[in-house]
């Protein structure tokens, strides 16, 4: 079946600009996860989703993102105004059910903000 | 809070060797998972083990857990050069909060 999909792959934008970043998750699957990774480094957990609420937004890294989650499938993430740190590999993962299982990544949006 | 570490940071070996990584946590956990990354885009599941388990295998892949060392140790087995990735150990705290990354092991296997 169908895996994790992210959109776009790719996003250059300039310094200021605001974009949108999606993710559609394997279908049925009710918990999705956001992700940041800078070149080299791990993961950082961002925000995380169980059907369309947020319980755990600690890890969004300031005001300037957002992420929103609508019937329970597709979700957008929003950064405004974006800055030149916000580059990075930003990857979205779906699980079945609770937030301990196996999670299922998408390929990953690659960010360059110039 | 960073829960698993890798270590080491990075590992090269000739094509046929073992490749050992380790994991090291700081909370009780109900499970560890090991994923598996190429070229910096989505991560892939490998294995989970759960903390009443000491060892499981899949295929070359052989996972241990010590949950009174908080450490876990993923083996490859007679490596290819396929197995160029980067490996990332995930915790889940025991509680209903999200999986916990390490910063991961890059592996290199030189053919």
């Known amino acids: 079946g169908a895996g994790v999909s992210q959109s776009p792959s790719n996003k250059v934008t300039e310094k200021g600009k605001d974009v949108e970043l999606r993710c559609d998750p394997i279908?049925?699957?009710?918990?999705l996860y956001w992700y940041r990774q800078s070149l080299g480094q791990g993961l950082e957990f961002l925000i995380y989703?169980?059907?369309?609420?947020?319980?755990?937004k600690s890890g969004l890294p300031s005001d300037r993102f957002s992420a929103e989650r609508t019937g329970g499938s597709v979700s957008t993430l929003t950064i405004q105004r974006t800055q030149q740190e916000d580059s990075a590999v930003y990857l979205c993962?779906?699980?079945?059910?609770?937030?301990?299982?196996?999670?299922?990544f998408g390929p990953g949006t690659r960010l360059t903000v110039l | 809070s960073q829960q698993g570490e890798e270590d080491p940071q990075a590992l090269s070996i000739q094509e046929g060797e073992n490749a050992t990584m380790n994991c090291s946590y700081k909370?009780?956990?109900?499970?560890l998972q090991w994923y598996r990354q190429n070229s910096g885009r989505g991560l892939v599941h490998l294995i989970l083990?759960?903390?009443?388990?000491r060892e499981k295998h899949s295929g070359r892949l052989r996972v241990t857990l010590d949950t009174s060392k908080k450490s876990s140790s993923l083996l490859i087995t007679a490596s290819r050069a396929a197995d160029t990735a980067s490996y990332f150990c995930?915790?889940?705290?025991?509680?209903?909060?999200?999986?916990?990354f390490g910063k991961g092991t890059r592996l290199s296997v030189i053919a």
């Open positions: 993962a779906s699980s079945l059910g609770p937030e301990t299982d196996t999670q299922y």
């Open positions: 279908s049925g699957h009710t918990a």
């Open positions: 989703f169980q059907g369309n609420s947020a319980p755990d």
């Open positions: 909370t009780s956990i109900n499970n």
């Open positions: 083990i759960r903390s009443n388990e």
């Open positions: 995930a915790t889940d705290n025991s509680g209903n909060t999200p999986l916990v």
